[in-house]
């Protein structure tokens, strides 16, 4: 019984050795759930012994036996699932820990090259501070991020401040060398402006009839008093390129304007930009400021900024005759439209009455918008010098002015004074007179300067009578 006994504890160690090598790999966690597994084995042989036979005592031993060996699945099954317990409970803690976290941390965006409009949005929106400090920056424009405090992908716990530092732009106050445009062409003009942030320096084109598409024409600065080498990034200026010469379809429809007014044709031809002449013409039929022709056909087609011609009436005109074959009267009074000025003058060639010269050529019309004055002249033929004797003195100014030197004739006179029975200032002789002389003469005259002459009687003329005198009355009439 004894030998069989040993056996049986033998081999329950034996098991026990192999359940051992079998849990080797297994780790310490499995270890202590087999400690355990033991403790509760432990009861069930510390059962009260009370003295008994032996063959009761042997066969209650094998029982206890039997009750104590444990199948290793289960065993197995059990160390599993208290692995489990206390993996799920350290899980457990750090999703809990994850999830706090996550809900007082958020994820940094990459904001650099973005508005800061989107930064602060972000911000509110995840409840972080945004401490913003500004500066000028060549490489980005005006309210771009150019950097920030927590890098992309990175956490900030909410609450906390997100420095950013975000671009003003480039420098206003910097001064920019202007490039020589002149030897650039408008593409790689627009590419040096764009590089150096010259916001206020605009690129135009414009249509030139002179200058060929896409070469330089002129630079403007803007603002006065400012020259190139002073100029900053805050000025005004504008750069001009030519698109070439223009060209427009002849989409246009022409107007017949002949009798139509020429305030229309003006109206049209500034609406269509057409570069319209206008000439003048006299018309019988169609009265001033009207139509009279067009170059271009009515119903034809033109183009913008070509050029086209009008002829506008200035009225019926009157026609400058050739006044030498009028005499002075007829000159004078033939010709109401005209106002004809009629002069005669003395002329050494020219024989009296004959036209010596008009002031607007013979054929020439004349319109209401024309000067009206036409001034002829008439010749008196060779000045005649007259009889002055017995004539005073101070008439001699007059006489000389009258009929000589206001008809173009240089006719002057030098006195001598001689003593004479007449009064004092009575012109006694002529060098010449009555008798024809040269357009330029001077004539001797001799004037009395006899001051004791008595006075000239008064001239007396008896009034004459009315019919013939019979004998009688004639002595009392010579009476």
Known sequence: MNEQEDKKIKDGKDKKTENQEETEPQQKLEEQASAAEREETVPERDIPHHPQS???????????????????????KKRRQLWLIISGAILACMLIFFIYYMLVHVKVEDFVGQPVAEARAWAQENDVEVELVQDYHMEHDANQIISQSVSAGDKIRKGKTLQLISSLGADPEEIIPLANFSEMSRV???????????????????????????????ITIRDSGINESEYQRK???????????????????????????????????????IEMTYEEADSDSIEAGYII??????????????????????GK????PNFGELTAEEAATGYPDLDVTVKQVFHADVSYGRLISQSVEAGTKLTEKDDQNVTVTYSLGKPYLGDFRGQLEGELPRLFFDQYQ???????????????????????????FNEFVPLTHTVEISVSNNASAPPNPPAYVEDEPDGPIEEEDFEDYVK
Do not use: C
């Open 188 to 218: 790689e003009a627009e590419n040096w402006i764009g590089e150096n942030k010259l916001e206020n320096l605009q690129m135009v084109t414009e249509y030139s009839d002179d200058i060929e598409e896409g070469a330089f024409i002129k």
């Open 406 to 432: 206001s008809k173009g004739a240089d006719i002057k006179y030098i006195v001598k004074y001689v003593y004479s029975p007449e009064v004092k200032g009575t012109v006694i002789g002529m060098g010449k």
């Open 54 to 76: 032996s063959f009761s005592r042997n066969s209650r031993q094998r029982d206890t036996e039997e009750e104590v060996e444990i199948d290793p699945e289960y065993r197995r």
């Open 235 to 273: 000025h005004s200026a504008a750069v001009y390129y030519s698109k070439g010469k223009e060209v427009f379809e002849r989409n246009i429809t022409i107007p017949e304007f002949t009798g139509n007014a020429k305030e229309e044709v003006e109206k049209w031809a500034e609406t269509n930009e």
């Open 317 to 320: 005109a009157t026609v400058v």
């Open 293 to 314: 022709s067009q170059s271009e056909t009515a119903d034809g087609k033109i183009a913008k900024r070509d050029k086209m011609e009008v002829v506008v009436s200035v």
